[in-house]
């Protein structure tokens, strides 16, 4: 049973970078079989997508956020990162990792999901 | 990219069948057949439903299916159920190689 793990701070401060690491459990991100993504709510609000990574290298990113993401992956740790700059209050939101079973996003297995919340 | 578009609420009576509609574009739902649906109960993490149009994973009921036709696709319970009172979201795959979600529906039994 694959289980992901959302970590990292859950409060960041205007203008400084998200990071956020995603631990994966019960399968290898290398495998190749499939695709790892990062997905956002805003309280109250919708999923939005953010991107995902392969476990090469390989990124896909949501336009509207492209400019500001990178996604990284860590083979030996088995486990996969998000990095948003230049974060406002807009970026406040639960955050969570997910597995793209079919890499065209059909999203099997996610995350707890972690809030973070943008503020002074 | 634009969100797909659903429906704010649907409403339905115990034994009803309901449908949410997910209305997109020629380059997302009516490109695609990587059209998934997802439950999601307050504060808890989405559930997939259905995957690539019309396809069930293991474990998710058969009164929720799935289908498409043109740029919209849509999702039917049949039977209600008390339980399967959720928020309901659509995604598709696009041609920019990114993936869009719906706004999402919040179904009433």
């Known amino acids: 049973q694959v289980q992901l793990q959302e970590s990292g701070p859950g409060l960041v401060k205007p203008s400084q970078t998200l990071s956020l690491i995603c631990s994966v459990s019960?399968?290898?991100?290398?495998?190749?079989?499939?695709?790892w993504s990062w997905i956002r709510q805003h309280p109250g609000k919708g999923l939005e997508w953010i991107g995902y990574?392969?476990?090469?290298?390989?990124?896909y990113y949501n336009p509207s956020l492209k400019s500001r993401v990178t996604m990284s992956a860590d083979t030996s740790e088995n486990r996969f990162s998000l990095k948003l700059t230049s974060v406002t209050a807009a970026d406040t939101a639960v955050y969570y990792c997910a597995r793209d079973q079919s890499t065209y996003g059909t999203f099997d297995y996610w995350g707890q999901g972690t809030l973070v919340t943008v503020s002074s | 990219q634009s969100a797909l578009t659903q429906p704010a609420s649907v409403s339905g009576s115990p034994g009803q069948s309901i449908t949410i509609s997910c209305t997109g574009t020629s380059s997302d739902v009516g490109r695609y057949k990587y059209v998934s649906w997802y439950q999601q109960y307050p504060d808890k993490v989405p559930k997939l439903m259905i995957y690539?149009?019309?396809n069930r994973p293991s474990g998710v009921s058969n009164r929720f299916s799935g289908s498409k036709s043109g740029n919209t696709a849509s999702l039917t319970i049949s039977g209600l159920q008390a339980e399967d009172e959720a928020d309901y979201y659509c995604s598709s795959y696009t041609s920019n190689s990114t993936v869009v979600f719906g706004g999402g529906t919040k179904l009433t039994v």
């Open positions: 990574i392969y476990y090469s290298g390989i990124t």
């Open positions: 690539e149009v019309n």
């Open positions: 019960g399968g290898s991100i290398s495998s190749g079989e499939y695709y």
